[in-house]
T-cell receptor, first 114, second 117 residues
């Protein structure tokens, strides 16, 4: 089954404790993104990657890091989480090509930072 | 820069009644338009998309949307809702013609639809 998976689905942590949220897709997509969802703000792009070893900042990158060492994986790293990073996080992937702009979303990771 | 405005944050509606969710966008370039649905405790699922051609787009679960370029709108409609349509709905746009920023989607703030029996 074609899908985007994220782990963990739920995470409660404390301020300053480094964490990683994993994202993996099995569709051989070139593009991958991370979004955060906050009430009333919709989803906002954190980082994106257009291929292996090619990453760039989205609209709200502060406090986050990413890496893309393999095509299928795109982990999101919070080196020193803070309470304002409490949010619902989505990973997404999309293929390249003409007229292909649909993003495929993972199930989400709900992060609480206390 | 692009922006998307969903004019209603919540829409209560009775079962079998019609519903319209409003979406307006602003962009300096041509855009593709999308509606996504998020059921409780789930991820986002694509309802429909407008890329080109007919301005009336039909999607899954009986939803349709109409692209109006002059009014920069992409309103979503369903003629008769079911309890199972209770969800949050997001309108989104992405740049047309250039696959920049990983095909970044710019989302509206979402509209919560609550279908009452």
């Amino acid at each position: 089954e074609a899908q985007v998976t994220q782990n963990p689905r739920y995470l409660i942590t404390v301020t300053g404790k480094k964490l990683t949220v994993t994202c993996s897709q099995n569709m051989n997509h070139e593009y991958m993104s991370w979004y955060r969802q906050d009430p009333g703000l919709g989803l906002r792009q954190i980082y994106y990657s257009m291929n292996v070893e090619v990453t760039d900042k989205g609209d709200v990158p502060e406090g986050y890091k990413v890496s893309r060492k393999e095509k299928r994986n795109f982990p999101l790293i919070l080196e020193s989480p803070s309470p304002n990073q409490t949010s619902l996080y989505f990973c997404a992937s999309t293929p390249t090509g003409e007229e292909i702009y649909e993003q495929y979303f993972g199930p989400g990771t709900r992060l609480t930072v206390t | 820069a692009q922006s998307v405005t969903q004019l209603d944050s919540q829409v209560p509606v009775f079962e079998e009644a019609p519903v319209e969710l409003r979406c307006n966008y602003s962009s300096s370039v041509s855009v593709y338009l999308f509606w996504y649905v998020q059921y409780p405790n789930q991820g986002l699922q694509l309802l429909l998309k407008y890329l080109s051609g007919s301005t009336l787009v039909k999607g899954i679960n009986g939803f349709e949307a109409e692209f109006n370029k002059s009014q920069t709108s992409f309103h979503l409609r369903k003629p008769s809702v079911h309890i199972s349509d209770t969800a949050e709905y997001f309108c989104a746009v992405s740049d047309k013609g250039v696959q920049a920023a990983g095909n970044k989607l710019t989302f509206g703030g979402g509209t919560r639809v609550l279908v009452k029996p």
